[in-house]
């Protein structure tokens, strides 16, 4: 127990004690800590165990770049793995696990991996599970599964709320460091609507581990002011622990907000995690830069630790890295830690800088060691020293507890580059720095290279004065007066390679990638950035390389004797840090996993008793039962019937219906369908065909022109929104000069139809206009007056069913009452409602096809649409394809009608068709019916089949056969139009 928390200092609430437990080991925090601050305070160095060789690990960082404590959080439902311990803040009564150890993190068996280690170099498992083969699927992989990932997910269902929220803004800052606060408060002051994110529970970045003075104010109390004026101002919204995550186009970005993680007991009645889509009309990234370790031997013993994480917890927490501490540094920012530390009188036994030209002017008690490395660390749970080799190679062991390292800062670049960017690299700064042109994305701070405090609240006032401008807003940067204090560190000399390590050299914490792995790599021809990354997995862990990547880019030019920057990096891909499953699912889970769509007529369906089917996401009335139906059978033939001889309204709200509206609406139209629409006349509807580029149907529906330069398309129900994209594609990407704009409006429709030979009576007592056939003949499409011009509508003049038909569209708040005054208007001619089952029978008994028949392999000439495809159109979509000689062939499926010989037996959809005598075999399957119903006008089964050569085949008996219920059924191929084939029916 060599860390300890001091006696004064810091900013957490000494006054508020929480209770938390530690694989089972009862501890005491204060309100303010995080858990790796609090397992600090209390001694607890050793806190988990690594990946590969389960090497003793401590807490290295103090941020969201940690690769060692990973913790098992809560417990039950709430149970959530692989938690960083530096971004969890303490709450009474945390459970917290360590991970990756068995049975206890003390005492581990899997430690003894480390006695193999000369054995499991880079690339082993690429080498060593080959042979023999026959062993893979029985122990090979097997065991790689169960010795594969960190932490156990619950089998519990999680009890708490997800929530997804957009936010829109004029600003957006992402980290409240120096640079942020500046730049927010300079935008806000402004009048400009800002948006903050910042990971950690305060805003203040570094200003919270700082013992600087700004404008005579401490660091922290100075932030503190900042961030209390910025929730004070109403056009800003400060989001603390929010992490965002990606950048995308649009000027888009994601992040999740951590509502209620802090807490033991969450608000059932709020989220606990939120994620945010946040459209900004500009942004600046201000989340600073990287500490990057060094690589000398025995650097993950615990006790070792970033000199910025171990200024954090000593300055912001107060608590004190060990008894006898060292600092090994190769820039200045390592003096602000020894000037600190003395401070709060922590023994520092050495400062070890690898410049032997070092100009820092220390003045502490410390002994000062230039041109000097830290080749190795001494101990094993515990630090215990540190080997030093000076310039002249002498070696000496200092009896240390704890060691700071720093090699320089990196950067965090990664939101700029998700969108394609790569880094650059820079001598001047020794790191890579963004690229440039990212455009809607400013940078300031640290970010940029930019070091010391004065500089980077300067840099983010002026990026923001400078965009607030550009958004129309007077700004004037804010001022944050004299800062006394401040150590400003020059950008360091990359140290890659350190002289005199004999022991395990780590650059990847978390995978056990050691230095001379990389090497391997190069000398195996691994040497490309990306082949390394994959060869070692290097930069694979849960940090995605936060920590390793520079130094492993480091190491692999020094192996190829080239530059970093001829290196490259690995490519930068959201997330940034890793993201819940519950965030990105947000509410839909369980009974919510995805919506239920209701049409505007569904309560009026289930007025009158409808019985709803789930088609897809879609409830649909499926038929009407009434007293004394025993079955759906008898309720849905008695639609069928009534239809026939009467009249029957019916919901179609649930097809897809999109707005194409454009001077080039038509010329689109005509390109996107196989039939010709250039030429249709307004207040008409034609029916219309979308191929797919290799010339198979992807959907059919009518589409009706209300003006020059205005359509009203409708779609299958299934595929509407996939119809949406197609279009927007067309436009977009292939022919992005026509003048050509889209709007759904399926939801703003209540769409019924209205059918029969009574149909028009029933209507007429509604519709103000003149609907006869004369005026309105089949294909018709208008807008129409209803009830004395207090309501308009669309009418229009189509038939799926065959019979005398209108679908009548109103706006969809006035579906119900529409609905009800048709019933009223139809009562005396005998109306009825019928449902999607009625539908389906009037459909196939008038030999029209849906998605049943449209299943991605047919042509239109397989389907009898051979006329719907134009000769005299340049283009269209599919037109090239459907030349080929596959799609010309004589037995291709088509479709033709299906009946049973004898009209009492029937058969099934699905159910195979066999020539007469022909045995059930692949072989002899001619084709198979594609949609079967039960047709009162018939008065048998009737169905609609594809089947090979199809056309020419009407009046053949075949043999209807289903393996599954041991059916074989007598039939006759016929024409697949039951009802009205000459069509006299619509135009009545």
């Known amino acids: 127990m060599t860390s300890y928390r001091l006696p004064k200092g810091g900013l957490v609430d000494r006054n508020s004690s929480l209770g938390f437990t530690f694989d089972g080991h009862s501890l005491t925090g204060h309100a303010g800590d995080t858990l790796a601050s609090a397992l600090l305070a209390n001694g607890r160095q050793l806190v988990g165990r690594s990946f590969k060789y389960h090497r003793p690990r401590g807490i290295l960082t103090a941020g969201a770049a940690e690769p060692n404590a990973l913790m098992t959080i809560g417990s039950g439902g709430r149970t959530d793995a692989n938690t960083r311990a530096t971004m969890q803040d303490l709450y009474d009564g945390l ?7 068995w049975p206890s993190l003390n005492f581990d068996i899997g430690s003894l991996n480390g006695l193999f280690s ?3 170099a880079a690339g082993f498992y690429y080498k060593t599970f080959m042979w023999p083969a026959k062993l893979w699927e029985g122990l090979y992989e097997p065991f790689i599964r169960r010795a594969a990932g960190l932490g156990k997910a619950t089998y519990e269902t999680d009890p708490d709320r997800y929530e997804k929220s957009w936010a829109h803004c004029d600003f957006l800052v992402i980290g409240a460091g120096p640079a942020g606060l500046a730049a927010a408060l300079t935008a806000g002051r402004a009048g400009a609507r800002v948006i903050v994110l910042d990971e950690h529970s305060l805003a203040g970045g570094s200003l919270l581990s700082e013992t600087a003075t700004i404008g005579g104010e401490s660091a922290p109390a100075f932030a503190k002011r900042l961030a209390d004026e910025l929730e004070m101002l109403p056009n800003v919204r400060v989001l603390t622990r929010t992490t965002a995550f990606g950048w995308y186009d649009g000027n888009v970005f994601g992040a999740v907000e951590r509502t209620q993680k802090h807490v033991r007991d969450p608000d059932p009645n709020k989220p606990v995690e939120r994620m945010w889509r946040i459209v900004a009309k500009k942004a600046l990234l201000a989340s600073g830069a990287e500490e990057r370790p060094l690589v000398f031997g025995g650097n993950d013993i615990p006790g070792v630790m970033m000199a910025g994480a171990m200024r954090s917890y000593l300055n912001r927490f107060a608590v004190a890295p060990g008894q006898r501490t060292a600092i090994f540094t190769t ?7 020894a000037r600190d530390l003395e401070a709060a009188g922590v023994q520092l036994t050495s400062i070890i800088d690898s410049r032997a030209d070092a100009q820092f002017a220390y003045t502490g008690k410390a002994r000062l060691i230039k041109g000097a490395v830290v080749s190795d660390a001494r101990g094993g749970k515990a630090l215990s020293g540190v080997n030093v080799t000076t310039a002249n190679g002498a070696t000496e062991t200092i009896a240390v507890d704890a060691l700071a390292m720093s090699g320089g800062f990196s950067p965090i670049i990664h939101l700029a580059c998700h969108r394609g960017g790569k880094p650059q690299w820079s001598d001047a700064h020794g790191a890579f720095l ?10 300031a701070g640290a970010v940029t290279g930019t070091t010391g405090l004065s500089a980077s609240l300067a840099e983010g006032a002026a990026r923001a004065a400078a965009i607030a401008q550009e958004l129309g807003f007077a700004a004037q940067p804010f001022e944050a007066g004299r800062v006394d204090g401040d150590v400003v560190a020059p950008p360091a000399r990359p140290l890659w390679n350190i002289r005199g390590v004999k022991g395990k050299a780590f650059v990847d914490f978390q995978n056990d990638v050691g230095r001379k792995d990389l090497g391997l790599a190069v000398q195996e021809g691994y040497g490309d950035v990306e082949l390394a990354k994959r060869y070692t997995t290097s930069g694979m862990a849960t940090d995605q390389g936060k920590l390793s990547n520079v130094n492993a880019i480091g190491l692999l030019a020094e ?19 890793p993201i819940s499953f519950g965030a990105l699912t947000g509410p839909h889970h369980g009974h919510h996993f995805q919506p239920v769509r209701k049409s505007p007529l569904h309560d009026w369906a289930k007025k009158h008793g409808a019985v709803f089917v789930e088609t897809g996401l879609w409830y649909r009335s499926s038929w009407f039962p009434r007293a004394g139906e025993t079955s759906w059978r008898q309720s849905v033939d008695r639609e069928v019937l009534n239809v026939r001889k009467n009249v029957g309204i019916c919901d179609v709200s649930m097809l897809g219906k999109i707005e194409v509206c454009g001077m080039d609406a038509a010329e689109f139209l005509n390109r996107v369908y196989s039939n ?10 034609r029916y219309g065909l979308m191929l797919r580029e290799d010339g198979f149907i992807y959907d059919d529906g009518t589409t009706s022109r209300l003006a020059d330069d205005r359509f009203f398309m409708t779609t299958t129900t299934a595929y509407a929104a996939g119809v949406m994209t197609h279009l927007e594609f067309c436009a ?23 059918v029969g030979p009574k149909a028009r009576a029933t209507l007429q007592a509604i519709v103000d206009n003149d609907i006869s056939n004369a005026a309105f003949p089949f294909l018709a499409a208008k807008e129409v007056s209803l009830f004395g011009s207090r309501l308009h509508g669309r009418l229009f003049r189509i038939s799926f069913s065959g019979e005398l038909a209108y679908e009548l569209a109103v706006p969809a708040g006035y579906g119900e009452s529409v609905a009800d005054a048709v019933l009223q208007a139809g009562k005396e001619h005998g109306i009825q409602p019928y449902g999607v089952e009625a539908l389906s029978v009037l459909r196939i008994e008038k030999g029209h096809v849906t998605h049943n028949e449209i299943n991605g392999t047919m042509i239109p000439s397989d389907l009898g649409f051979s006329k719907m495809v134009s000769t005299a159109k340049p283009d269209f979509i599919g037109k090239a394809m459907l030349g080929r000689e596959g799609l010309m062939a004589q037995d291709r499926a088509s479709l033709v009608g299906v009946v049973p010989l004898d009209p009492a037996t029937t058969f099934r959809t699905g159910s195979h068709i066999l020539a007469k005598d022909a045995a059930p075999t692949l072989e002899n399957d001619q084709g198979y019916v594609s949609s079967s119903a039960f047709s009162p006008h018939v008065g048998s089964t009737i169905g609609l089949a594809l089947v090979k050569s199809g056309h020419a085949r009407h009046g053949e008996e075949v043999m209807v056969w289903n393996g599954l219920s041991k059916e074989f059924t007598a039939a006759r191929l016929c024409n697949p139009v039951f009802f009205d084939p000459t069509n006299e029916k619509l135009h009545v």
């Open 434 to 443: 963004a690229p440039p042109g990212t455009r809607g994305l400013a940078l």
């Open 559 to 577: 192996a190829r004797g080239v530059s970093p920057a001829e290196v490259g990096t690995t490519t930068f891909r959201p997330f940034y840090t």
């Open 331 to 337: 820039n200045d920012s390592g003096y602000a830690l």
């Open 732 to 754: 977009q990407v292939l022919w992005p000069e026509l003048d050509v704009r889209f709007a759904s409006v399926t939801d703003q429709w209540a769409q019924m139809s209205v």
């Open 118 to 120: 000369p054995f499991l």
């Open 676 to 685: 010709a629409f250039l030429k249709l006349p307004v207040g008409k509807a």
């Open 95 to 101: 459970e917290a696990r360590s991970q990756n150890r």
